[in-house]
């Protein structure tokens, strides 16, 4: 079982759409979370962090479960900018900081 | 500020040639270290991870080595490259986790590395 796993995407949604990505992961001992988002042929860069009541920037909701070791990230009204490869991240403390990545899930926002 | 340089942005290498990627931080110290590979539609895979100076973690069995012989010096080599090195590599930096939580991690541009 992969440590962190993704919805497989591709999503394909017209814009003003709301999108949901999922991300469950294995080790208990994950202590921190993030959803990065990743543009094609770039380097990914943090687009929030998950905090345990859950956290809300803008458009973005991030909503953490750790009974269920389970995390989203909701996208509201979407915008063509949006389209990237979203990443679900943990960061496994007792294991000196390691980050872990899921695979990503890709969105494409058309109009 | 603290910022953090990876080079060659792009690089093609015939097989069997050897390999040395490097990646430097500035601006932080005792930074955690990381480089992650990621083939072509794939996600990003842990290759090697460092907490300090000649600490290394190796995550998965492969024809490559990772050295720190400075605090915020984090070199990726190879001695003979294969087809299957092929892909997008990225160095990476987050604070030490000592006491901090929520600690997000910095990545260079990266480099496009393709064996031929």
């Known amino acids: 079982r992969k440590e962190v796993e993704q919805d497989p995407g591709p999503f394909n949604v017209p814009e003003g759409a709301t999108v949901a990505f999922n991300c469950t992961y294995s080790?208990?001992?994950?202590?921190?979370f993030f959803w990065y988002r990743q543009d094609c042929r770039k380097e990914p860069k943090l687009l929030m962090s998950?905090?345990?009541s859950g956290n809300e920037d803008g458009r973005f909701t991030a909503q953490l479960n750790r009974a269920s070791q389970y995390i989203s990230l909701l996208i509201r009204d979407s915008k063509l900018s949006d389209s990237a490869t979203y990443l679900c991240?943990?960061?496994?403390?007792?294991?000196?900081?390691?980050?872990?990545f899921g695979q990503g899930t890709e969105l494409s926002v058309k109009p | 500020s603290q910022t953090i340089h990876q080079w060659p942005a792009t690089l093609v290498q015939p097989v069997g040639s050897p390999l040395s990627l490097e990646c430097t931080v500035e601006g932080t110290s005792n930074p955690n270290l990381y480089w992650y590979r990621q083939a072509a539609g794939r996600g990003l895979q842990l290759l090697f991870y460092s907490v300090g100076i000649g600490q290394i973690s190796s995550e998965v069995p492969q024809n490559l080595s990772a050295s720190r012989p400075q605090d915020r010096q984090f070199i990726l080599s190879s001695k003979k490259l294969l087809l299957s090195d092929s892909g997008f590599y990225l160095c990476?930096?987050?604070?030490?986790?000592?006491?901090?939580?929520?600690?997000?991690?910095?990545f260079g541009q990266g480099t496009r590395l393709t064996v031929v």
């Open positions: 991240v943990v960061n496994i403390y007792n294991q000196g900081g390691k980050l872990i």
């Open positions: 998950v905090y345990s």
């Open positions: 080790n208990s001992a994950s202590q921190s």
């Open positions: 990476a930096w987050s604070s030490s986790p000592l006491g901090q939580l929520n600690t997000e991690a910095f």
